[in-house]
């Protein structure tokens, strides 16, 4: 197979590279990953102008458990093609726009290394051909994310966060791991070509495979990490929260979405809408601008979700892959302003489109494609998703009607918050007091490149040459569409919401943050506060209960069985020397008084003789008589 060579030294490499980067000198460090991921941009070029009308497969045996054998698959198609792309492009950009983020950092070898140990890990999961790979690699993955998350380590925020991640992801991986558990009992296999030819798995095992996506990709109830993991440095905020770890989780739905039965695609329906939803009301009142963004990417992977939900398969990818672009732009372009700033707090910004005009061009226009306006990329995906939910109500009907109505608001939900960003960092007056506007400027190229580049991304016509309608999209050979109804109406109410919740977010005063429903916002939606009452509080009282049993009752029994030991080993020392000795030691006495008695007789006089015989005489008389 000539194609197996390539494709594994692709998965290979980024591994390689971050154990030669966390060994090189930082001067070297950032260079090495560049060249790296650049040779992985190229090789995945080359696969996709060479590829072939079937997918790749390569199998290993790994181990063989009774009769049963387990192998080591993975695998190449035209999605795996799409998403190699993107993970590798992204990681570029966001490793050129690293040396000039983190110029002065004394750990750049430690922060490349991680970031190659995420590209691989990513890879990992693109390129798995059966659920045992693709876990062994999801887990990784959350590895990766978990130290570049506190890759700050001297600051306990980012410890905090990078655990908060780590156990979050945990909960949805054991669901995750459950699922592949029940997967292999219902179809027999791991692969995933043949456990998808067995048909779609009961609810139960879909819902558990399900919990993986909920885990890594922020869904409602596991969602309150996102925004925490700002935290780690804004370019790996780009790359992880925006375009490929958290987008692994619908590229998991979109692997195993023949394995999900119509009652578990129900449920996945209603959770990605109460997320988008969720994430984007508690995107609406943050004043940190990474947060604004992180709950940004919250609602939109819930948009995504919902129309896996529905069975957009295509739609769902579609969104994802421009999502990639806009809001990897957005996430440097907040990196070019705190960079410039020294603050995330939007409060104490403002006025910055004057001193700051490339930043602001791109901000404006990856905003506007993630509200979704016409001639941009989002509008395109969004449209496709949420057209193609309107068509899955009108098949269920009743309430189904709903989801599509709620995704829809939701993309006025984003122009609000969005434009409220836009107005708090851009507009009105400038309100940094530690740093004046004059010393304020635009990032050198190292920044602005990237930044620009994907804000090019963000047109529509790098996706379909109709601004209004992607229904002739290069995209659609990768994934077919979703038939949809024909709903002249649907674009223009779209852009009527888009533009109302515009002019509402540039008009919006900002309240006090003491009102409950700005508190809503504020606290995610006091999920936090009820996980630490429900869940949290109970389990620290069930371990100080059971801590306490352990020293009171496990530890008493323990150290109660050792005194008594010690007493009965006292006892035991008594009773041999006064008990066991005693009757030794009192015998031989007694057997040397009754000596000493007997050879006192026995002393040569006669008189002594006759007063023993006499006396012997008596003790037989009165025994007798």
């Known amino acids: ?196 030819a067995a048909g779609p798995l009961p609810a139960v095992a879909g819902l558990c495979l399900f919990m993986g996506c909920v885990g890594k990709s922020a869904q409602f109830p596991l969602l309150t990490w996102l925004p925490d993991a700002m935290e780690g440095p804004t370019p790996v905020s780009a790359l992880l929260h925006a375009a490929t770890m958290v987008a692994a989780g619908i590229f998991l739905l979109a692997r195993i979405h023949p394995l999900l039965n119509p009652d578990a695609l129900v449920v996945i329906t209603l959770v990605g809408t109460i997320t988008t939803l969720w994430g984007g009301y508690a995107a609406l009142f943050q004043t940190d601008i990474k947060k604004v963004l992180a709950f940004s990417t919250v609602s939109q992977l819930g948009l995504m979700v919902a129309g896996m939900g529905t069975g957009n398969v295509g739609g769902a990818m579609f969104h994802l892959l421009t999502h990639a672009f806009f809001k990897a732009g957005l996430f440097l372009s907040a990196g070019a302003v705190i960079h410039a700033v020294h603050t995330q707090d939007m409060r104490q910004m403002g006025g ?92 050198d190229w190292l920044m602005r490149g990237p930044m620009l580049l994907l804000a090019g ?73 009820i996980y630490k009452y429900v869940v949290i509080n109970p389990l620290l009282k069930l371990a100080a209960l059971l801590n306490r049993t352990d020293q009171r009752a496990v530890d008493g029994v323990v150290n109660g069985a050792g005194v008594g030991t010690v007493v009965l080993a006292h006892l035991m020392s008594l009773t041999d020397r006064f008990g066991v000795d005693g009757i030794v030691n009192g015998a031989a006495w007694l057997a040397g008084r009754t000596g000493q008695l007997l050879r006192s007789v026995q002393n040569g006089r006669v008189q002594s003789y006759i007063t023993a015989a006499v006396v012997g005489l008596l003790l037989v008389l009165w025994w007798v008589l």
């Open 1 to 196: 197979m000539p194609f197996a060579t390539p494709l594994l030294l692709l998965l290979l490499l980024p591994f390689a590279g971050a154990l030669a980067t966390s060994m090189a000198s930082r001067r070297v460090a950032g260079g090495l990953a560049i060249g790296l991921t650049a040779i992985g941009l190229v090789t995945t070029g080359w696969l996709a102008m060479n590829a072939l009308a079937e997918p790749l497969v390569i199998r290993f045996d790994w181990a063989t458990l009774g009769q049963t054998p387990f192998n080591l698959s993975f695998r190449l198609d035209s999605l795996g093609l799409l998403m190699l792309g993107l993970v590798h492009f992204v990681a570029l950009l966001v490793q050129i726009y690293s040396l000039s983020y983190l110029p002065d950092e004394p750990h750049q070898s430690r922060y490349f290394a991680y970031l190659q140990l995420f590209v691989g890990a990513m890879l990992g999961i693109v390129l798995a051909g059966n659920l045992l790979v693709l876990y062994i690699f999801w887990e990784l993955v959350g590895l990766a994310s978990f130290l570049l998350i506190g890759f700050y380590t001297d600051r306990p925020s980012a410890s905090k966060a990078a655990m908060k991640a780590f156990l979050m992801n945990r909960v949805g991986d054991m669901g995750f791991l459950l699922g592949i558990f029940l997967t292999y009992i219902w179809t027999g296999s791991l692969d995933l070509d043949l456990a998808t």
């Open 352 to 443: 910055l489109r004057r001193a700051m005009p490339v930043t602001f061009a791109v901000y404006t226009i990856c905003t506007a494609a993630l509200a979704g306006l016409p001639f941009f990329s989002g509008f395109l995906s969004k449209e496709a998703l949420i057209g193609g939910a309107f068509g899955w109500a009108i098949q269920q009907g009743g309430l189904a009607g709903l989801i599509p109505v709620l995704l829809l608001l939701s993309s006025g939900l984003t122009a609000l918050y969005m434009a409220r960003q836009l107005r708090l960092v851009f507009f009105g007056d400038y309100r940094q007091s530690t740093v004046p506007l004059s010393a304020v400027h635009d990032a």
């Open 457 to 529: 991304l963000s047109v529509f016509i790098w996706f379909s040459v109709n601004p209004l309608s992607a229904h002739h999209s290069w995209f659609w050979s990768i994934l077919p569409p979703m038939e949809e109804p024909t709903l002249v109406w649907l674009a223009p109410v779209s852009i009527g919401l888009v533009l109302t919740g515009g002019w509402l977010g540039f008009r919006l005063k900002e309240p006090r943050h003491d009102k409950g429903y700005v508190l809503l916002s504020v606290e995610y939606g006091f999920l936090d506060t």
